[in-house]
């Protein structure tokens, strides 16, 4: 099955080229040209085999959500000429992710497992159990990393540090608790639980623009609705829509990234999983049904499809 790896195109007028662990960005003067591949990450490393349909996935997702907040946030998507690939406005980025969590699950989960209650300057209550919910949500940030982990990072050191000034900051948090509340509610209409996620942002001509993805399964967890109160109740493991499962998969395997742990092999009925796990959240989030796009030329299409937009819009 053809999948997307690495993509090394050159346009005229492309200014510069950043891969990241996921999407392959080409810049140019005032746009830039977001390539999703079908690579997936976790714990900060590559995994070794691409995952069919999920550059799709992600993409379509992240669309579908920036479409619907649009109006609350402003943000960076101008169009989806093919499915892997979305063009939009060149910001210039915020090193922070803005992390926000309405419950104890993932990092929080293992922090707080761990003894420790204070996360990102956040002081987390006592007496709960992984899947609680937080009294309301809280924002924990972390430094945006051009190479390895990124670091958990409290307000007071953001102002300290100067990667923002205090009203950049208020508006950060403030379109973050937006935002989240918007994929709150249009989660429950699904019948799924936005646990957690992460929104990065970025300046264009002075304005604070939404960047990259939102709500997707690469930054966000979601918990199945039906059953989560009993779940809690009884102890048992919330049944969820997220990467976490291949998280847990690298970690019953020995791997979480850290020196001397070797990435273990995928094999194929472990792929085949991943990518019908991130075909059933699409369409579990967004109600549609979702189409694979499968092409014997699909660089090709990617490639033309970014020449064919740049040139009508020049």
Not at 88 to 98: H, N, S, T, V, Y
């Amino acid at each position: 099955m053809s999948t997307v790896g690495n993509t090394n195109f050159v346009f005229p007028g492309q200014v510069s080229f950043y891969r990241g662990k996921v999407r392959e960005v080409y810049k140019f003067e005032d746009k830039i040209a977001m390539v999703a591949t079908d690579r997936i990450s976790a714990f900060d490393h590559i995994l070794p085999k691409p995952i069919p349909f999920k550059g799709q996935v992600l993409n379509n997702i992240a669309a579908h959500f920036l479409h619907a907040s649009k109006d609350l946030v402003p943000n960076w998507l101008e169009a989806i000429p093919h499915p892997n690939v979305a063009i939009g406005k060149a910001c210039k980025p915020i090193m922070l992710e803005m992390v926000i969590r309405g419950y104890l699950a993932g990092h929080a989960a293992r922090v707080y497992s761990g003894g420790r209650r204070m996360l990102c300057g956040v002081l987390l209550p006592e007496g709960l159990k992984e899947g609680d919910a937080f009294p309301q949500p809280i924002i924990t940030p972390a430094t945006k990393a051009e190479e390895g982990h990124d670091e958990d990072i409290s307000a007071d050191e953001i102002l300290a540090q100067g990667i923002v000034d205090e009203g950049t900051w208020n508006l950060l948090c403030d379109y973050t608790q937006k935002l989240f509340k918007l994929g709150t509610e249009m989660a429950a209409q699904r019948g799924l639980i936005l646990v957690d996620t992460k929104y990065e942002f970025g300046i264009h001509n002075g304005q604070v623009l939404l960047m990259d993805e939102i709500h997707t399964p690469d930054s966000s967890r979601y918990y199945i609705k039906d059953g989560y109160e009993e779940r809690q109740r009884s102890g048992k493991k919330q049944s969820q829509l997220s990467k976490e499962f291949v998280r847990e998969w690298l970690m019953e395997h020995g791997f979480q990234g850290l020196e001397g742990q070797n990435m273990p092999d995928m094999p194929d009925d472990f792929v085949q999983t991943v990518s019908d796990r991130y075909i059933e959240l699409y369409e579990k989030i967004t109600g549609q049904t979702f189409v694979k796009h499968s092409s014997d030329n699909l660089m090709t299409e990617i490639e033309e499809s970014i020449h064919r937009y740049l040139s009508e819009h020049a």
